[in-house]
């Protein structure tokens, strides 16, 4: 479960309202409760005072003459567990015709308990001396009863002030209770002999607790509907609320979504106009968004006019180039062909005006290539063998560098791409050339073809989709860190060891990202000491795409006459020292190179 700070807004919103709610309930019905259990105990306290004057009363003689004078005070209820004994009405004088004056015969207890109107559940007890003469406590069953002694030892060590206090009677429940010191002889009901008796009178609290469970069960089921009903309100509330601002997210989501780095940008997505009130606070985060959008849009128009008016600059200064460039190189030509009429040092001279010329006019083009890959001309495409590609440009490099040792690992089935055959045969070209630039000879040199076809589909010509992967990887002595972020960069320079070399523009590599990028695909690199290797990838190209690499190759050859190149070596033996070693050679009847490790030694 998320920690309550990670939750969403919407979440946290209805949580602190609806504990709000809690909260304020529950001090509602928690106050009110006390309030009426105290006045309710207020008003028992009234009560126990009247009952209080009522042990000093007279016998009143309507209760003597609703006696009748019968005696009907039954025995002792056998079984009763209590032990203790059970009154009614206390003895009067006979029945009719019976004589005398009808006088009180009970214990004032009983006299006090049996008085018109009063309360079942009414405690009374005597205390002399610290001692209880006598405890009783008014049924419901219009009998009084007498108390258990530990109840009556708690009656009796209640001081006499006559302050109401409520104590705990064992299963009679809570009372409310006061403890009084009078005269004995003004106690109603019989005569204590004089001395000070202290009398406890005492009301059950009962309907007090019953009154405010109560209330207390109906004000919670009431707070709790209320609360529930408020969430289900508030959460709705809060959604509806909170609308405009996921309409805001959505939009900032949207514009993140954009391809922002490069190329012409229009940025037209805004915050909709009725969330941008600035009466509100998501209105003024929309507005803020939307003024933000419209900078964002005018600094990436700036930025997209700036790199067009380089990027015809390039190209203008390019095709401009390579008229006076050509004419230096070819005057420069035209004199050393003069041969002994030049002396030494001005034919040195000449040759490397020529070298430089080439040097020049190379660097021209290729930031003419890349001023028209910048600006999206779409390049040629059709249908490339690519492993024929392959063997052609690993030829070439074995040719130009026979100090390193070139090899190859080519699937079984030739890997058909669609694409400008052209430029991807640039873009091995500069990684082989790289390779060669920046590794000292004897370096060894891999170049693999992998197919990594969708689920369901198969190599070769009858790839229904999928992608391949193309890598180059030496065992050099590895790239800078420092430089790796920004190889793909134009004239990204590296360390000593894998310094520019003579000749070089330092665009290669940049002019492979543009031109692998041109083609839907992606390279990456990856380099430590001892393992360099850059994985260029390519979609495939359907089963059903028209044309055949016959289409690139005009020559009518197919693979098996370029392959005759290089001889096939057996993968097993491909790694011994001779195999390694061996010259290059051709063969008429070569065949096509064998799927597994294809290798040409130095000469």
Avoid: K
């Avoid at 018109?116 to 009084?144: C, H, I, K, W, Y």
């Avoid at 005057?331 to 001279?349: E, M, S, W």
């Amino acid at each position: 479960m998320l920690a309550p700070w990670l939750w969403s807004l919407r979440t946290r919103l209805l949580a602190l309202l609806l504990l709000l709610l809690t909260a304020v309930s529950a001090v509602i019905v928690g106050v009110s409760a006390l309030e009426l259990r105290s006045y309710l105990v207020h008003q028992v306290d009234g009560r126990l005072r009247a009952v209080d004057d009522r042990w000093r009363r007279p016998p009143p003689t309507v209760l003597v003459e609703a006696m009748g004078g019968t005696d009907q005070r039954p025995d002792p209820e056998p079984g009763s567990g209590t032990g203790l004994p059970r009154y009614g009405p206390p003895a009067l004088p006979a029945g009719p015709g019976a004589t005398g004056t009808p006088s009180w015969q009970g214990t004032p207890e009983e006299f006090l308990l049996w008085q018109p109107n009063q309360s079942f559940g009414t405690v009374a007890a005597r205390v002399v001396d610290g001692r209880v003469q006598d405890a009783m406590v008014l049924e419901a069953t219009s009998v009084t009863t007498g108390l258990a002694a530990d109840l009556a030892d708690r009656l009796a060590a209640l001081p006499a002030d006559g302050v109401p206090r409520t104590i705990a009677l064992g299963g009679l429940g809570d009372y409310r209770v006061t403890a009084t010191r009078i005269d004995g002889r003004d106690i109603g009901g019989g005569d204590t002999g004089g001395e000070d008796v202290v009398v406890v009178s005492g009301l059950s609290l009962a309907e007090v607790d019953a009154t405010v469970n109560r209330l207390l069960l109906i004000a919670g089921c009431v707070a709790g509907g209320g609360v529930l009903l408020l969430g289900v309100v508030g959460a709705v509330t809060v959604r509806r609320t909170l609308r405009p601002l996921r309409r805001v997210a959505a939009t900032a989501a949207t514009v993140a979504e954009l391809p922002l780095d490069r190329g012409e940008v229009t940025l037209r997505v805004r915050v909709p106009r009725v969330d941008t009130d600035p009466r509100t606070e998501v209105g003024q985060v929309g507005a803020a968004l939307n003024h933000m959008l419209g900078h964002v849009a005018a600094a990436l128009a700036a930025r997209h006019a700036s790199e067009t008016r380089v990027r015809q600059f390039v190209a203008d200064a390019s095709h401009e180039l390579r008229t006076p460039l050509a004419a230096i190189s070819g005057y420069a030509q035209l004199t050393r062909r003069i041969g002994d009429q030049v002396p030494p040092d001005v034919a040195y001279a000449l040759r490397r005006v020529e070298s430089e010329t080439r040097r020049m006019t190379t660097l021209v083009e290729d930031l003419l290539l890349l001023a028209r890959l910048d600006s999206g001309r779409p390049l040629e495409h059709g249908c490339v063998d690519l492993s024929r590609l392959v063997v052609d440009v690993v030829s070439d490099a074995h040719i130009a560098a026979p100090g390193h040792r070139f090899s190859l690992n080519l699937p079984a089935e030739p890997v058909t791409v669609r694409g400008d055959a052209a430029r991807l045969h640039q873009v091995l070209a500069n990684l082989l050339a790289n390779a060669r630039a920046h590794t000292p000879p004897g370096t060894s040199v891999t170049v693999a073809l992998e197919v990594c076809p969708t689920p369901g589909g198969v190599t070769g010509r009858s790839a229904s989709a999928g992608e391949l992967h193309l890598s180059v990887i030496d065992n050099g002595p590895g790239i800078s860190p420092e430089l790796l972020p920004n190889i793909f960069e134009r004239f990204a320079r590296g360390d000593s060891s894998r310094s520019r070399a003579a000749g070089s523009t330092g665009l290669g590599l940049a002019i492979v990202a543009a031109v692998v990028e041109a083609h839907a695909g992606r390279i990456a690199v990856t380099s430590v000491p001892g393992r360099t290797a850059f994985t260029v990838t390519l979609p495939l190209i359907p089963a059903d795409s028209p044309g055949t690499p016959d289409e690139v190759n005009p020559d009518g050859l197919d693979r098996a006459d370029h392959s005759d190149e290089m001889d096939t070596v057996d993968p097993v033996t491909a790694a011994s020292p001779a195999a390694v070693d061996r010259p290059a050679t051709r063969s008429a009847r070569s065949p096509r190179p064998a799927p597994g490790v294809f290798t040409a030694g130095s000469q």
